[in-house]
């Protein structure tokens, strides 16, 4: 199995433009969580998902943010409006929906907005 | 609340010595527990987990970890140092079912000097 794959590995973009940031699970995985990763903060859990159906958003910062996943095997992370302040590195991770193995997190997205 | 605490932000210690980096948690369910590495540019990488069962836990690259109820801890501890083990760690606490998020403590950063 490659695991998490998240894309695209760094990212910088300009105040004010979308981004996009994408996952794929672990295929056979049910759940999918997007981490935020900062100095300051540490992992922040932004939102997570059962069967492709979003549990607990209430990590999400703000409006700029939102998150789908369509699938099983794909997720995406959008910021619109980005802001300097969103610059971290964003990790998906998944994990099945039975048993107790624990996240699989991905290598993460290095955002930086300037 | 639920909430991890480790209260070592940055830990060094010669290559060769023993290690043990603290992690308490509070947690109104019984917990699942987790240690998490993360090299430099990489994504966070499972060490070993408790569910049930044996308070001591073993896990990869020669780790163990004891849960202990009465000081709601999960130290996580190693024998003897190498240098490759320097990295950041993360103490994780879940609920006892598959399917929901983790909460992650701040981490604590590992140097290794020679």
């Known amino acids: 199995d490659a695991g998490v794959i998240q894309s695209p590995r760094h990212e910088v973009t300009e105040m004010g433009q979308e981004v996009t940031l994408r996952c794929k699970p672990i295929?056979?995985?049910?759940?999918l969580f997007w981490y935020r990763q900062t100095m300051m903060r540490g992992l922040e859990l932004l939102i997570y998902f059962n069967n492709n159906v979003p549990i607990d958003d209430s990590g999400m910062p703000e409006d700029r943010f939102s998150a789908k996943m369509p699938n099983a095997s794909f997720s995406t992370l959008k910021i619109q409006p980005s802001e300097p302040r969103d610059s971290a590195v964003y990790f998906c991770a998944s994990s099945p929906a039975q048993g107790t193995t624990g996240y699989t997190f991905g290598s993460g997205t290095r955002l930086t907005v300037v | 609340a639920q909430s991890v605490t480790q209260p070592d932000i940055h830990i060094t210690v010669s290559e060769g010595a023993s290690l043990e980096l603290r992690c308490n948690y509070s947690?109104?369910?019984?917990?699942?527990l987790f240690w998490y590495v993360q090299s430099p540019g990489q994504g966070l990488q499972l060490l070993l987990k408790y569910f049930s069962g044996d308070t001591l836990v073993q896990g990869i690259k020669g780790f163990e970890a004891e849960f202990k109820r009465s000081q709601s801890s999960f130290n996580l501890r190693k024998p003897s140092v190498h240098w490759s083990d320097a990295a950041e760690y993360f103490c994780a606490v879940g609920a006892n079912q598959a399917g929901t998020a983790l909460i992650f403590g701040k981490g604590t950063t590992l140097s290794v000097s020679s």
């Open positions: 295929s056979g995985h049910n759940s």
């Open positions: 947690y109104g369910a019984t917990p699942y």
